[in-house]
Each structure stands twice: as C-alpha cells, then as structure tokens.
C-alpha cells in the first residue's frame, strides 16, 4: 500500500501530529500527559465507528498507537496499566528506544487467514476440470455450481491454481506473513499475528502491508523535539529517496528549510556518508599501497 493515501496513512499522520504538538508546545517545567487521554477523542470524534465495529475499540487502538509513538511499549492486555506510564521518564532526550521496534497490537488485528486456497466465483464448473485431475491429494471435486476444495485435506501445493484456466482459484495469505522476508511472523492462540523477535530484522514491510493498521514501531520523535527544545544540537539525515516522498510541489530547497523551522541544525543527505566513507577508505587503500 505504499504511495497510496488511505485511512491508514491519515491515522499514522494524526498519530504524528498529536506527539508532536505535545512535545512542541508543552512546558518543560512540569507534564500534563491527560493529553493524550484526550487525543483519541480528537482523531476519532463522535460515537460512530469510522474504521472498525466500535468506536471505543477504534480510539483504545489510537491509544496504543500514541504509546509507540512516544516510544513506550504497548500495554499488556490482561491487565490494567495506566495510558501514561513510563511517559514521564521518556519526556528526556536521554531515553532511547527499547526492544521490540515493531509490535502487533493484538486486538487490532482481524486474525487474517494464513496460507489458503479457495475457489472465486469465476469458477465456469468446465468439462475439463484439470484441478481435479492435478490434485495429488484428491482435495478438489465438483460441486453443483464450482469447484471445492476440501481446506482438512488440501496440502496447499497450487498445482489446481496453476491449472485452472480460467484463474478462478487463488492462493492468498496474511499480508504481513507474506512480506516478511525473515519468516518472523506466526499466530498465537486466537489466530492472530505475533512476532518472533529474534528472527525480526525491524525492516518495516509488516506495518506497511498490514491493511488493518495492526502493526505499528516505536518512534522517537517525542525525545527528538525534546532535545530541540532543551538546546541539543540536532542534525537532520535524510535518506536521498526524500525528492520524492512529498510531492511535485514539496521542492528539496522547501523540505530542507522546513526541516531547520522544526529546529534542525543541519540537514545532511545520507549519500554523503556513503561518499565521505569512500573518500577516506581510498586514502587508507593509497597509504596501504605507499607502505608495500
């Protein structure tokens, strides 16, 4: 879903917009982190659902999302735990980033079907059938009106996907599974998506794929502006990718002076490591090469 706008990039946004407002414009000499008690009414207002069945589900997930942007860990599920504990010790630039980087949010995720097969409805019931006749395992028959699969007894191989003429039977997965190139995504015992930690690599492609918003990481933005504000210097390094993140009339000349508004120091694009990295390898290799 990347480069479309969809609720999902408006909410991520808003979330943004929130922690950042907070950390911009609240005194540094005491907290009032009812704050954020109070932003999920502002990114989900009102009393009926936007995105979900309940509107009181939608801003508990918008809650669990504040927390991850602030950098603090989701709240476990079986017990309470108060929206704002542990901000008071993030509100330092001090505070880094704990384990895990990326989390599922358990009840924001809709448990999505792992590996499946199914027949679509645009299944014509040939005279051929050549899904039955490849299936190793006899999982396909012939209903009255379509093909079936019989899902206790079909080993997922895709011979009758790759058979059938006229597409009419598909593979799909979970979204997240799917794009994870570590393998690090499985279900727990309701079904829904859990991450293995140690096989995790944080690359991001789950909180992307996911179209129901269910994985989200931590952020640092709120120690960021922290730090801005307490008088550290801060540099901005920014990916070259960057020209076209925002748009034709988003000039880099616009993003690099919008970025030392935010208070940036200095805004530096990371192709220039890579360029003053190889510089000083190549004096390495010369005064190598002088020496031998």
């Not at 949010?105 to 051929?128: G, H, Q």
Request: charged share 25%; net charge positive.
């Amino acid at each position: 879903m990347r480069g479309i706008f969809t609720p999902i990039t408006k909410i991520r946004r808003q979330v943004f917009t929130e922690v950042a407002r907070y950390a911009y414009e609240r005194d540094l000499t005491q907290s009032d982190f009812n704050y954020f008690y109070e932003s999920s009414y502002r990114i989900i207002p009102g009393e009926v659902a936007q995105y979900r069945d309940s509107v009181f589900k939608e801003r508990a997930i918008i809650r669990e999302r504040l927390r991850l942007a602030m950098g603090l860990p989701m709240r476990p599920t079986d017990t309470h735990l108060s929206l704002t504990q542990g901000m008071a010790e993030s509100a330092t630039p001090n505070k880094h980033l704990d384990k895990p980087l990326v989390n599922v949010i358990p009840f924001a995720c809709e448990a999505c079907p792992t590996d499946t097969i199914k027949v679509s409805d645009n299944c014509r019931k040939c005279l051929a059938h050549p899904c039955t006749a490849v299936c190793p395992v006899k999982a396909v028959s012939i209903g009255k009106h379509a093909a079936v699969i019989d899902q206790d007894t079909c080993i997922k191989c895709g011979r009758c996907v790759q058979a059938c003429p006229y597409h009419a039977i598909e593979r799909f997965g979970r979204p997240c599974a799917e794009a994870c190139g570590a393998d690090a995504i499985f279900s727990d015992a309701l079904g829904r998506a859990e991450i293995d930690q140690d096989k995790c690599v944080a690359c991001g492609l789950c909180i992307v794929s996911c179209p129901f918003a269910a994985i989200a990481d931590k952020s640092e933005i709120f120690q960021l502006i922290t730090a801005i504000r307490t008088g550290r210097t801060v540099y901005a390094i920014i990916a070259p990718s960057f020209v076209g993140q925002f748009g034709p009339l988003a000039t880099p000349g616009k993003i690099i002076s919008g970025l030392k508004m935010l208070g940036m120091a200095r805004v530096v694009e990371v192709g220039w490591g890579a360029d003053f990295g190889s510089m000083h390898e190549a004096d390495e290799f010369l005064a190598q090469r002088k020496l031998s």
